[in-house]
C-alpha cells in the first residue's frame, strides 16, 4: 500500500510533515509513505530543505494520494509539466486528498466536478473562482475524494486515508500517538466528530466503477457483477469495514 504525499516548492511543512507523521503510525511491511516531489530537492516556505521519496509519476500510481498546501500552489496550477503528470490521479482507483491550497490543484484538474471543498482561507477565492463551493469547516469527503482547511486540519486526512484503508482502530491508534497528552480522548473525539459523517462503513465498496441501474431498474447482486479486483488496492475490501 502507497500513500503519496505530493509537496512542490514553497509547501507547507505542517500540511506535508503532520500527515507524514499521522500515516507513518501503521507500522506493516506492506505500508510505505512517501513524500512525492517534481524535482529531487523541494525547498519549504520557511526555508526546510527535503528530498524526492517518490516521483509525480509515482503518486499517479499510489494507492492514496494527498496534494499538499504551499505558497505556490497558484504556480504549480499554472505549470503544464507537472499539471500533465498529474492528470494521472484517478479517484476510480485511488483516495485522493487535498490540504488547503492543494483543492486549488484538484479544481484545475476538474476532479472536483460538483464536490464541495474545505481549504484555506487565503486559497478560498482562488478555488471558487475556479467554479467550486467553498465550505466553512475543517473536513469534507465525498466518495474516494477528501479535502481539508487549515494547517491543523491536516490530521484529519491522515485519518480519513487510513479509517478507509486500515479501518477505525488503526486511524484511531495514529491519533492517540499524536494527541496532546491530556487531551486524547477530547482530540480524538473532535477529529471522529469532524471525519465520521464521510468515513463509509466498508472502505472498499467504491473503489471500481459499478455500472449504476437505470431508473426503475434493480442493481445486479454483487455476485453477478464483474470482477475488479486488478483495480482494487490490495487491502480494500469488506474485510477492513470500520
Not at 153 to 179: F, K, N, Q
Request: charged fraction near 20%; include cysteine.
Amino acid at each position: 500500500m502507497h500513500i503519496a504525499i505530493l509537496t512542490f516548492e514553497g509547501y507547507n511543512e505542517l500540511d506535508s510533515l503532520i500527515a507524514l507523521g499521522v500515516l507513518n503510525r501503521i507500522k506493516s511491511d506492506d505500508w510505505r509513505v512517501t513524500i512525492a516531489t517534481p524535482s529531487p530537492k523541494v525547498t519549504s516556505m520557511n526555508g526546510v530543505v527535503i528530498e524526492q521519496m517518490s516521483t509525480l509519476e509515482e503518486a499517479c500510481a499510489a494507492d492514496a494520494v494527498i496534494v499538499g498546501s504551499g505558497i505556490a500552489t497558484r504556480e504549480v496550477t499554472e505549470d503544464p509539466a507537472i499539471m500533465n503528470i498529474l492528470r494521472g490521479l484517478d479517484p476510480s482507483r485511488q483516495l485522493i486528498a487535498a490540504q488547503c491550497s492543494g483543492a486549488l490543484v484538484l479544481a484545475r484538474l476538474g476532479l472536483l466536478g460538483g464536490i464541495p471543498a474545505c481549504t484555506d482561507l487565503i486559497t478560498k477565492p482562488w478555488v471558487v473562482a475556479a467554479g467550486v463551493e467553498v465550505l466553512n469547516q475543517p473536513f469534507y469527503a465525498k466518495d474516494n475524494i477528501a479535502t481539508a482547511g487549515g494547517c491543523l486540519a491536516s490530521h484529519y486526512l491522515a485519518a480519513w486515508i487510513i479509517t478507509r484503508l486500515r479501518g477505525r482502530d488503526a486511524a484511531e491508534g495514529a491519533l492517540h500517538y499524536v494527541a496532546p497528552v491530556g487531551e486524547k480522548e477530547e482530540y480524538i473525539e473532535r477529529a471522529w466528530r469532524n471525519i465520521t459523517p464521510y468515513a463509509r462503513s466498508c472502505p472498499g465498496a467504491r473503489l471500481t466503477h459499478q455500472p449504476r441501474a437505470a431508473a426503475g431498474q434493480e442493481a445486479a447482486p454483487p455476485e453477478a457483477r464483474p470482477a475488479a479486483a486488478a483495480r482494487t488496492p490490495a487491502g480494500l475490501s469488506g474485510k477492513d469495514c470500520a
